[in-house]
Structures are given as C-alpha cells and as structure tokens.
C-alpha cells in the first residue's frame, strides 16, 4: 500500500514500466514469479499473529500472493484507482463484484448489451438468489432513472458494447446512479485502461477481463476489479474472494503484469491500425456497413470524443449477403484468425450471431441490432495494408457465392 503511494508520484509511462515492482534481495530486473500455495512462517507465534492479522506478511496463495500482488498494484496505478483485487477470468471479476454488492431482495439495472458470460450472471444466476434485474437500453439516459427502485443496489454497463460498439454516456449514468443511491459498476474491457477512465467520469467500480488486451498475447485468462472504496473492497469484497477462490494464478499474474509494460503501446498501435482498417473497409465493395467509434459517421461520434481518447482496437462491419456471405468472407480470410478472442497481436474475426451471441434469442439479438451479416474484427499488430489486402480479398470471395 505505501508502495503505491510513492508511485503514485510516478508519470504514466513509468507506472506502468516500474509501478508495483518488489524485488528480492537477488535484486532481479525482471518481477519473480512465486509459484507457491503457502508461506513458511518463522515460528508458530508469526503463523498465530498472521492469522490473527496482526502480523503482515503472506498466508497462502488464496489470500495473497507477491506477484499477484505487484500485478494488482500496477494495474490500479495505470486505472488511477485506489485498490485493484485480481481475479482467475473477467468473468470471476464480475462474479464476485455482483456477489460482492448484492443480496437477496436487490435490483440491478443493467444496459442490455453486454457481454455474453456477464449477462448470464446478472440475468440468470443473481435471481435464483433473490436479487432481480431490469435490463434497458443503455444509451437512453431516462431508461436508467426509470428503472431504478429504492431496492436498486447496482448499475452494470458496458461501453463500447460487443459486438456493435454502442457507447453509453459513463458520466450522466453515474450522476444517475448517484441520485438512485446505486453503485456503478463499468466493464471496461473494449475501451482498455489506456483508452477510457471510467473512475475519472464517476463510476464506482471497474472491471476488467485481463485475458484480453491487458495479456494482449493470447495466453492467459486474467481479471480485476478496481474502486476508490478501499472500504468495499477490503472489507466487503475482500473477505468475499479470500472465501470463495476465484484466485489468479501466480503464474498468469506474472504473464499479465509483464504485458502492463507494453499495454499502452500495443492498445496505441492497434487503434491506429483499427482506425485505418476501419476507414478502408468503407470503401470495398461488399461491405455494406463499417461501425467504429471515431469514424465521422459515427452516431455518438461526440460522446466517444468525450469520453475515450480513441476509438479502440475493434471495428464491426457487415457483409452484404447474410449469414452464408459473412461465413465465405471469415472462410476465405488468410492472415486473420477465426477466433472469439479479442485484443491480441494477431487481428482475430467473429461471426457474434454464431458464436458469442448464439445464445440469445433472435428477438433479443434484433434488440441489439446484431445481424446475420455482421462480423467483429479485433484489430492487432500486423501491418494494417496486409489485414487490408486480406479484407479486400474475402470480400471479393463472398461476393462471388
Ligand atoms: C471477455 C470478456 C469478459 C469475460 O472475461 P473472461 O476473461 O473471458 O472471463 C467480460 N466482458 C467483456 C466485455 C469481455 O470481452
């Protein structure tokens, strides 16, 4: 904790180079990995003290971990948050925040575009313990106030959304929630801690799936949660995760806080590359709908102004033809993968009807303006005139059916 207090002091670049960092008496350059479950105590009064907290010093893994630990300090020094507690997948993170914030007789509201895994946790595992939820269009401002009951504990957003990178004022819903005496809890996965401060624009707490370009390499699953409220966090959320184990291994905590180092150079790059895919695609035949943030035929092209620094890694575009012309244009792409994952190196396609949207409804699907045509294109690190050459090929495939 004193440690992130000195650097805090610290610029950007050098947090996230430097921030968090414990060395050993081996003076190591690079963080050490402690592969261990448990910690030897130096006699049996320390393992009383420790377990009695009046002692500091590691107990087991669960609890806490050294390269855990620096992963978490370097990652709440990059958001600006106070604390940060990580956790074994983003989905884990949700988990425990929403366990973590409810109980039994609350409500949640939740803006409908979400996150596959996060709406199966908000819309069918918190009811079957009491806590309900109303789930709106996120974008309308008086869809939030109208929702909101004396009994609503929680807010959850997603901003920009997946697959169609909807975006949602993050300041006017917190203001909102503010009044409605709720917590606002922002996944802030597409826009990375490089791109979007939701902390700064008013929210409570900030989630994280690590896994994606916080690893940014496509290794390890990762998640974390951030707030202010060292109070939640220690006494409430703290107490929740030390008893349930979603922990991270020390293993990927060590993966993830090295790839922090990198994390706004990779996020700059593969915006700047995503922003040049995203303004070519417009101009092959075929295509017959581009979606990113900063483009100037974005409809809340000023909120994403306002709220993100850029437009992020991820552009959204639809094939003319349905399903059977996306299917020949993801089939016919050479250099980028078919693959769910997002937020790599290697630029990844998804057909979001098929794979990560499959399990809503079609009418639910048409709610979120999710078409058969459309695919999710998270753009990587390669050069963006091959990915450019290699979208202009699948579309002159597809169109041939
Ligand atoms: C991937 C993802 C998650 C879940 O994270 P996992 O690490 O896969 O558990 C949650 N929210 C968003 C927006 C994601 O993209």
Redesign the pocket.
Known sequence: MDENEDFSKLRPKTRAVRGGTRRTGFEETSEAMFLTSGFAYPSAESAERRFKNEEGGYVYSRFGNPTVEMFENRLALIEGAARCRATA????A?TAAMLALTRAGDHVVAARAM?G??RYIIEELLPRFGVSCTLIDGRDLDAWAHAARPETKVFFL?TPS?PTLELIDIAAVAAIARRAGARLVV?N??ATPILQAPLTLGADIVIY?A??HIDGQGRC???AILSNDIDWIEKTLWPLLRNTGPSLSPFNAWVLLKSLETLALRVETATAHAAHVASGLKAITGISRVIYPFADDFPQRELARRQMKAGGTLVTFEVAGGKDAAFRFANALKIIDISNN?GDAKSLITHPVTTTHQRLSPEARAELGITPGMLRLSVGLEDPEDLLDDLRRAAAKASRS
């Open positions: 997948s983003g989905l884990a949700v996150f895994g996060c997603e997946n996944d996965v597409f799936s896994t994606k699953l990762g998640g997002l």
